[in-house]
């Protein structure tokens, strides 16, 4: 049996308006993509995202938006359920989003807790799930997690805490969409040059993470590139289908498990 390409596929992308989500986006065009749903969770959003699909349309593509908080469940149903009506099919699912706060354990409050597990565990399940209702057979499933998952470090206890439960959604998935040809996994990136990273950290931590990784020689800031990220998530959603269950990190030696 042949690998799946992207040629005339339909991919869901949540955060797909900016930053690595939008990389993805012009990538999956770019290897012949037809139809692309951007999303975004707010209108602070709006702008970047309408540019990116105003510039994917030039180059030949049917792409919509779609503004929601997908912590609220109905929002995935409405995502996916818009893309079925709209295109007729989707076949590729990719979710980028998140929420980092970085904060000392006795630090965190109640809020900051909720927040963090409603936009990294509670969105990327029903996502998933949502995807696996939708996809076409053979489809693609790929969540954008943290290679904090594999650190031991102070002050990221709530992030990657709540991006630990991904894993095990990844694998729970992988299992039951599989009898379709549904492969599902998960990517860490390393920090990345992104103001996603910045914002949390000070000039001097930001130096240091652009030092941990054992390849940050070879790079321009020792930080994990979006540009080194999106291949990855192409790769898994055409040849690399046989590829599932998995949590693959990608940053360049700054963990490893």
Same mark, same amino acid.
């Given at each position: 049996?042949?690998?799946?390409?992207?040629?005339?596929? +339909?991919? +869901?992308?949540?955060?797909?308006?900016?930053?690595?989500?939008?990389?993805?986006?012009?990538?999956?065009?770019? $290897?012949?993509?037809?139809?692309?749903?951007?999303?975004?969770?707010?209108?602070?959003?709006?702008?970047?995202?309408?540019?990116?699909?105003?510039?994917?349309?030039?180059?030949?593509?049917? @792409?919509?938006?779609?503004?929601?908080?997908?912590?609220?469940?109905?929002?995935?149903?409405?995502? /996916?359920?818009?893309?079925? *009506?709209?295109?007729?099919?989707?076949?590729?699912?990719?979710?980028?989003?998140?929420?980092?706060?970085?904060?000392?354990?006795?630090?965190?409050?109640?809020?900051?807790?909720?927040?963090?597990?409603?936009?990294?565990?509670?969105?990327? /399940?029903? /996502?998933?799930?949502?995807?696996?209702?939708?996809?076409?057979?053979?489809?693609?499933? @790929?969540?954008?997690?943290?290679?904090?998952?594999?650190?031991?470090?102070?002050?990221? *206890?709530?992030?990657?805490?709540?991006?630990?439960?991904?894993?095990?959604?990844?694998? $729970?998935?992988?299992?039951?969409f599989g009898s379709r040809g549904i492969n599902v996994n998960a990517v860490g990136p390393g920090p990345m040059d992104t103001p996603f990273f910045y914002g949390q950290e000070s000039k001097e931590s930001a130096a240091y993470h652009a030092s941990a990784a054992a390849l940050s020689p070879y790079s321009t800031k020792g930080l994990t590139d979006i540009q080194d990220i999106a291949p990855i998530v192409r790769f898994l959603v055409t040849e690399g289908w046989w590829i599932t269950g998995?949590?693959?990190?990608?940053?360049?030696?700054?963990?490893?498990?």
């Amino acid at each position: 049996m042949s690998h799946p390409t992207l040629q005339d596929k +339909v991919a +869901v992308i949540a955060g797909g308006g900016k930053n690595l989500g939008a990389l993805i986006a012009s990538q999956f065009v770019e $290897a012949g993509a037809s139809g692309l749903v951007l999303h975004y969770n707010s209108d602070s959003s709006r702008a970047e995202t309408e540019h990116t699909a105003a510039a994917l349309r030039d180059r030949g593509a049917d @792409v919509i938006t779609f503004q929601g908080d997908l912590s609220v469940v109905a929002n995935s149903v409405r995502l /996916f359920d818009q893309a079925q *009506a709209h295109f007729g099919r989707v076949n590729v699912a990719v979710n980028t989003v998140g929420v980092v706060i970085k904060k000392p354990i006795l630090q965190v409050t109640e809020t900051d807790y909720d927040k963090s597990f409603d936009a990294n565990a509670k969105a990327a /399940f029903f /996502f998933m799930q949502q995807a696996g209702r939708v996809l076409a057979d053979r489809g693609s499933i @790929v969540t954008i997690v943290s290679s904090l998952l594999a650190a031991y470090t102070d002050s990221y *206890a709530v992030y990657p805490g709540s991006k630990a439960p991904v894993e095990h959604y990844t694998r $729970a998935a992988s299992k039951e969409f599989g009898s379709r040809g549904i492969n599902v996994n998960a990517v860490g990136p390393g920090p990345m040059d992104t103001p996603f990273f910045y914002g949390q950290e000070s000039k001097e931590s930001a130096a240091y993470h652009a030092s941990a990784a054992a390849l940050s020689p070879y790079s321009t800031k020792g930080l994990t590139d979006i540009q080194d990220i999106a291949p990855i998530v192409r790769f898994l959603v055409t040849e690399g289908w046989w590829i599932t269950g998995q949590t693959i990190f990608a940053n360049g030696g700054y963990t490893t498990r």
